[in-house]
Nanobody
Framework: QVQLVESGGGLVQAGGSLRLSCAASGRTFSTYVMGWFRQAPGKEREFVAASTRSGSITSYADSVKGRFTVSRDNAKDTVYLQMNSLKPEDTAVYYC??????????????WGQGTQVTVSS
């Protein structure tokens, strides 16, 4: 089993940047595909980004492509989401997720508690 704890959320003005971190524990971090989902009030959770174990392959939602970057440090059991050029529509609770395979990246088995990101205009 995997436990995921997010940090780094906060309030930022449009055009600003934030870096989210997710610390994993329980099972070997390097064996999991890691990624991020987000959920705005009144909306469904949506896929944001994912990374393979090595970090050599990444996937992004069209809405964040070119602005967000997912990366990971397996030695530290940590995955990151660098968010640049933030927009008010990026406001949401961001969740760290883990999956046992690339095919399951968008249907993750494990979820963190979430961290709030608020982008003001």
């Amino acid at each position: 089993q995997v436990q995921l704890v997010e940090s780094g959320g906060g309030l930022v003005q449009a055009g600003g940047s934030l870096r989210l971190s997710c610390a994993a524990s329980g099972r070997t971090f390097s064996t999991y595909v890691m990624g991020w989902f987000r959920q705005a009030p009144g909306k469904e959770r949506e896929f944001v980004a994912a990374s393979t174990r090595s970090g050599s392959i990444t996937s992004y939602a069209d809405s964040v492509k070119g602005r967000f970057t997912v990366s990971r440090d397996n030695a530290k059991d940590t995955v990151y989401l660098q968010m640049n050029s933030l927009k008010p529509e990026d406001t949401a609770v961001y969740y760290c997720v883990a999956s046992g395979s690339w095919a399951g990246a968008k249907r993750p088995e494990y979820w963190g508690q979430g961290t709030q990101v608020t982008v003001s205009s």
